[in-house]
């Protein structure tokens, strides 16, 4: 589906308290950086830890209400939410997953944490995992 020219980008957990998260997971070793980005038009608070020379760990907590991690939270309580590839060029992953027959989430690539391009394939296009794709600003 996504092919060499993608990389493990992150593994995204879905969290009730991002503070005393980042505190456990601290706690087990892994090292988050100080800054917290908050993505309005997600309705998410992010913090993140670098794992291995490609791969982070995302926790995500719920900012303000009736966004999809508040809605995810209150369906589902907290746990692993997603899993994103980096990829070279999200338009063209894009048309390339939908000539597939994979449901995307946006029509469009939409912005996201660290200002990066993104999209996501429904679960029921992947067996029940939500995907991720992105791209960083600039690359290509």
């Known amino acids: 589906m996504l092919g060499k020219d993608c990389l493990l980008d992150h593994v995204a957990i879905a969290v009730d308290d991002l503070e005393k998260a980042v505190e456990t997971y601290e706690a087990m070793g892994v090292k988050f950086q100080e800054e917290r980005e908050i993505i309005e038009s997600q309705g998410v608070k992010t913090a993140f830890a670098q794992v291995d020379e490609n791969a982070q760990l995302e926790l995500l907590g719920a900012h303000g209400e009736g966004g999809p991690i508040s809605k995810f939270l209150e369906k589902k309580g907290p ?6 590839f980096k990829v ?5 992953k894009c048309k390339e997953l939908k000539e597939k027959g994979f449901r995307l989430l946006y029509e469009e690539p939409a912005i996201g944490a660290h200002s990066c391009k993104v999209n996501f394939i ?16 600039g690359e290509i």
């Open 122 to 137: 429904h679960p029921k296009s992947t067996g029940g995992v939500l995907v991720e794709i992105s791209q960083k600003m």
């Open 88 to 92: 070279p060029d999200i338009e063209a």
């Open 79 to 84: 746990g692993i939410h997603h899993l994103c």
